[in-house]
């Protein structure tokens, strides 16, 4: 009655001003509608309730202004009467309702009066109101006003501001003597419902820190507002500290968390498990004993830390089930919590008598509904909030390993482990899922492989406790929960948590505890939790493999930890046939392909192709739920879940999966001729990560020794199998591009070696398949295809096949023309690929590829790559490495003909342009290294054509100037290609790129970004190998200038050449010599070069050149203990 009070008396303020104007026309569908409405009475018919619903509607849709004429007292009595006429246990009417007080308010113009600085909200929403019923419902309005309907005005924005310092003070107010615990709840849950409505809107940023900090104390605090036994002081403002600011004492040194596994299970079934550490014994012990008691949390154990022997309850364990689709949601939330889970607190453990018990269950509902108002406008503030904000509040709402003696600080994972309520269990998992979502970047820091004895605790170490803390509360919660939609928000939360966590830098055994508890879950009863077990495998699988540890995991006996857990369905062991030894392969290549040390094959991967391809009934008894009625196989995303599990072991663990390749085949084939277009595309993408790992395993710098590969003749079969199978067919299916697109990825990789070998008619058939396919309207496809083709052309048994070459040439230059960057981006790709094979094809004996290759399409293929050298960056950085493998190829034949002067010309300078515009690293990179194939092919007349000083200008321009290190070093490397004097130009030009490298190398540790700071050492390097070039080229004319450069910068240049003599370029692949004896031989080749130059007469510059290199080459012998190899030279 309050809410009607508040808008009926608002709305009759200005009654007698607006009755002095007659209402104008437009007001008749109004007054029509509401005076239907007002002839209504309260009626719970379904009949009724359908004309209600039809009237709202039609009012909300009215479109009104201020001009109307809708008097306010008639807004009001409508809106009185609608309040009177819905029952407050019809969620629908009742939203309804709230639409259309916030459409009429908002559209009528009220909200001054309503929400303004002095508005009748504000004043009867002050925490010094009398009435507490009053000061609630006008909260309540306030919300109300603040929901976003689609299709509607939103608040203007100092409303907005208004409203959120409200609501702010709301909660940050204590409770008032006069009022009663549940409108106090009422109170909390409408200011917290419409801060999540201000935060949904997207109109609102939370920019200012206090403004944050205020907002995430107040949730904070009432996360756990009645949660039994706790009582916490939260500041009125949390502030951010990305680095722990106010440390105590040295934290002793982490334990290993305990094995999270050591509590009975919910069905009173014990299991044998590692005994927890003493510290934690009090804990575990008192799970333990009351792990049969289905009871809520009371308050004698709402401490957390280690060592405390007070908990009397196991922590959260629950069996009241979720209502609704699963534990997430914002729906689901806000909506009612069902009070019967207090009602199972034993008489033995609970502070209220039975006569209280009613009244105290209905509070505790209440009380149980804010935490979650509160959970889900913190997840609201999280997605309008950016990570690296969000992370500086890490420590406010993450556990971390508590001091031995300290009580562990209040969290997320508190509510997750003893909250009563399984949908506010849930909701703390989904809040803290989306925190750990995307934080891969803030955890990667994360660090505890070595002890830490400091006066402080690093971030480093910090985080990582967090991480292992977060493992084991994690794992405490799954052996706790009974419920099947929370335990499955338990299993998502830690497949996130293990996506993001650096593994790679933490100690043994996270992995492991994860890997052993979840492994049961496999064969639970309800669907959605056997899928997200499924999801985290595949998350331990995929994370920074191969993982050691994981490898080890995956060896395990098949057996191993897969016995039925409290919530488990019984299930009959694996069936025989999996026990074999994988078909289609010998005994002797099962034994050759396993891995190295490890005769037992993967467990994972024969259990996840039992769930693709075996009948449920054989697969997992008990396994009905969520899938569809006769269906013979396990639910479809089981299955797909299955296949992207075998994805990701084919990805990290190859050497794994490489034992099953037929096995795969096999189900790859069976998934690929469903008609389910889903677990084709899955079959494809499966097929793909295998053929990827074939590849692998065969690359130059492969550490596979040869008899552990998979021998070529086994990937001939595994592929003639997928060619005389479904895949043709999803090439050609037309209804699904995806599937085609996936087919074509697929495709591409194949083993080159194996190809080669393909019988000549499938051979033939792939090629054909993807040029055809290159001219696929979908967008899609012909990215794809695209690809394909830049792989294919690569291939040894293609790339000197002309016809070939061209039919890709001309497929690809016409995707170059398609609208979709995307298929540009491929195309331009594939067209550097194609050159690339020109060059490689140059360096065969046999010229007839080069005499073959038309001219014609030669001219094509540069226009075009001109073209798409002005394109975006992703075509223009690989446009650029075609124009410089083209420029490289072309035949003195070719360069003689007219038609290919003015060309030429263009193509240099869009290579010169590209080089010297403000684009990607990636495309400048490019473009040097473009340049200096140009420089290559000794038919161009590099040194006298107008283009020389111009590609010059532009590498010294960028040599010296550009932000990013690795371009600086490409364009050195193109300064020191020209093999001959000549081609230098001029003794002015000369002398500017000498000037230009010197001047680099004085620079060469200038840079502001500290990611540069890596690449200095092989930017000196190469420009002293640039250096030491043109040396080894001078003529006489030139060394004045180089004596110069000596006399004002040769002990600098000495420097570095000597680093450069004794070190090399470490780690940086610009082909400069590694080996000291190379590196010595320049200098030796310089200073021999300079002796034999004949220098003008009186000219001193040859001398003081000798001196200079003979010096370098002094101190650098001296330094290696012999001059031996400097006899001769000094007597030069």
Not at 440 to 461: G, I, M, Y
Not at 895 to 906: A, D, G, M, N, V
Request: aromatic share 6%; with cysteine.
């Amino acid at each position: 009655m309050a809410t009607v009070q508040i808008v009926g008396s608002v709305l009759r303020e200005p009654t007698r001003e607006a009755a002095r104007e007659p209402p104008p026309e437009p007001g008749n569908g109004f007054r029509r509608l509401s005076a239907r409405l007002r002839a209504l009475h309260p009626d719970d018919s379904s009949s009724a309730r359908t004309e209600i619903h039809l009237l709202f509607d039609q009012l909300i849709s009215e479109n009104y202004s201020e001009g109307d004429g809708v008097a306010p007292e008639d807004v009001s009595a409508l809106l009185v009467h609608a309040c009177r006429l819905v029952p407050l246990n019809q969620n629908h009417l009742v939203s309804k309702v709230s639409q259309l007080i916030h459409h009429l308010l908002n559209r009528l113009q009220y909200l001054p009066d309503l929400v303004g600085k002095t508005g009748l909200l504000i004043k009867l929403s002050d925490p010094a109101q009398s009435d507490p019923e009053v000061r609630r419902a006008a909260v309540h309005c306030m919300a109300n006003l603040c929901l976003s309907v689609p299709g509607h005005p939103y608040l203007d924005e100092p409303y907005q501001s208004i409203c959120f310092q409200t609501f702010l003070t709301t909660l940050q107010s204590p409770k008032l003597s006069d009022m009663d615990d549940i409108t106090f709840c009422m109170l909390l849950q409408n200011a917290l419902k419409g801060i999540q409505s201000l935060l949904n809107s997207g109109k609102m940023k939370l920019t200012q820190t206090e403004e944050l900090g205020a907002l995430l104390a107040v949730l904070k605090k009432a996360m756990f507002h009645g949660l039994p036994g706790l009582n916490i002081e939260i500041p009125t403002v949390l502030y951010p500290t990305p680095l722990p600011q106010y440390d105590g004492p040295p934290p002793s040194r982490p334990q290993p968390s305990e094995s999270c596994a050591s509590r009975p299970p919910v069905n009173k079934k014990k299991k044998a498990k590692v005994k927890p550490k003493k510290t934690q014994e009090g804990e575990e012990e008192d799970e333990e004993a009351n792990g049969e008691i289905e009871a809520a949390p009371t308050t004698g154990r709402v401490h957390l830390h280690k060592g405390n022997t007070q908990c009397r309850s196991s922590p959260g364990v629950q069996s009241l089930p979720l209502d609704g689709s699963g534990a997430a949601g914002k729906d689901r939330v806000s909506s009612p919590c069902s009070s019967s889970s207090w009602k199972r607190v034993s008489s033995s453990e609970s502070d209220y008598s039975d006569a209280e018990g009613g009244m105290q269950s209905k509070m505790r509902s209440y009380q149980a509904k804010v935490r979650q108002g509160a959970l889900a406008c913190f997840l609201s503030t999280i997605k309008s909030i950016e990570k690296k904000v969000l992370y500086g509040y890490w420590s406010a709402f993450v556990p971390d390993t508590p001091e031995l003696g300290s009580p562990q600080s209040v969290s997320l994972m508190t509510l997750t482990l003893k909250d009563p309520s399984p949908k506010t269990r849930a909701c703390a998992l989904q809040v803290l899922s989306a925190i750990l979502e995307g934080s891969k970047q803030f955890l990667c820091v994360a660090e505890d492989t070595s002890a830490h004895r400091r006066a402080f605790t690093p971030l480093s170490v910090m985080i990582a406790s967090s991480i292992r803390e977060l493992h084991r509360c994690l794992l405490l919660a799954l052996v706790a929960e009974s419920s099947s939609q929370t335990l499955t928000q338990i299993i998502k939360c830690l497949a996130n948590l293990v996506s993001n966590a650096p593994y790679n830098r933490l100690k043994l055994s996270l992995l492991t505890k994860v890997w052993n508890q979840i492994k049961p879950y496999i064969r639970h009863k309800d669907v959605n939790v056997r899928v997200s077990s499924l999801t985290l495998l595949g998350a331990i699988v995929s994370t920074h493999a191969p993982l050691p540890e994981v490898q080890l995991l995956l060896q395990q006996p098949c057996s191993s930890g897969l016995s039925n857990s409290s919530s488990a369905t019984p299930h009959p062991s694996l069936p025989d046939w999996w026990k074999k030894a994988p078909s289609g392969t010998s005994q002797e290549e099962t034994t050759v392909n396993s891995p190295r040390g490890s005769s037992e094959p993967c467990w994972l991967i024969r259990l996840c192709i039992s769930i693709v391809v075996l009948p449920k009934e054989d697969s997992c008894s008990g396994s009905e739920a969520g899938s569809a009625a006769g269906s013979t196989y396990e639910p479809s995303p089981m299955r797909l879940e299955a296949l992207q599990v075998l994805a990701h072991l084919a990805r990290g663990y190859f050497s794994m999966a490489q034992v099953y390749l037929m096995e795969l085949g096999e189900v790859i084939c069976k998934c690929m001729g469903e008609a389910d277009p889903s677990i084709q595309l899955h079959g494809a993408k499966l097929l793909e990560e295998l053929g990827t790992g074939l590849i692998q395993q065969y690359k130059p710098d492969s550490t596979i020794a040869p008899d552990q590969r998979v021998p070529v003749l086994l990937v001939v079969t595994f592929w003639t199998m997928m060619l005389n199978g479904p895949l043709p067919r999803a090439l050609q299916n037309s209804e699904h591009p995806t599937l085609q697109a996936s087919a074509c990825d697929a495709l591409s990789s194949i083993l080159p070696e194996a190809f080669s070998i393909l019988p000549n008619d499938r051979q033939i058939l792939c090629i054909t398949m993807l040029l055809g396919l290159n001219d696929n309207k979908n967008r899609l496809v012909k990215a794809a295809t695209s690809r394909a083709l830049g792989v294919y052309v690569l291939f040894p048994c293609l790339r000197q096949d002309v016809v070939f070459v061209a039919d890709t040439a001309n497929a690809v230059l016409r995707s170059l023309q398609d609208k979709s960057p995307n298929v540009r981006a491929k195309a331009a790709w594939s067209l550097g690929n194609l050159t690339d094979a020109l060059i490689i094809n140059m360096e065969t004996p046999d010229p007839s590829f080069q005499e073959e290759f038309s001219g014609l399409l030669l001219l094509k293929m540069l226009r075009s790559a001109i073209e798409a050298s002005k394109d975006k960056d992703k075509v223009k950085s690989n446009a650029v490495r075609a124009l410089g493998n083209l420029l490289h190829f072309l035949q003195p034949s070719h360069i003689e003909k007219p038609r290919f002067t003015e060309i030429i010309e263009e193509s240099i300078q869009a290579l010169i342009s590209t080089v010297l515009v403000e684009a990607a690293m990636k495309v400048r990179w490019n473009a040097c290294y473009a340049l200096g194939n140009v420089f290559k092919n000794p038919a161009l007349p590099l040194g006298s054509a107008s283009w020389t000083s111009r590609a010059y200008s532009a590498l010294t321009s960028v040599v010296t100037t550009c932000k990013n290190f690795k371009v600086r070093i490409k364009s050195a490397t193109a300064l020191s290609i020209p093999g001959k004097r000549e081609q230098y130009g001029s003794t002015e030009q000369y002398t500017q790129i000498w000037n230009a490298l010197v001047t680099a190398l004085q620079k060469s540790q200038d840079t502001t970004d500290f990611l540069e700071f890596k690449y200095c050492a092989s930017l000196r390097t190469q420009i002293c190998q640039a250096l030491i070039h043109l040396l080894s080229l001078a003529s006489a004319s030139d060394l004045p200038c180089i004596k110069e450069a000596l006399e004002q910068n040769g002990d600098m240049i000495q420097s570095y050449i000597l680093q450069f003599l004794k070190s090399g370029a470490e780690g940086d692949d610009t082909g400069t010599p590694h080996s000291p004896q190379e590196r010595d031989q320049m200098v030796k080749a310089a200073l021999e070069h300079i002796g034999s130059v004949q220098a003008l007469a009186g000219d001193t510059a040859k001398r003081a050149i000798m001196g200079y290199l003979e010096d370098i080459l002094t101190v650098y012998l001296d330094s290696a203990g012999s001059q031996v190899a400097l006899l001769g030279l000094t007597d030069r």
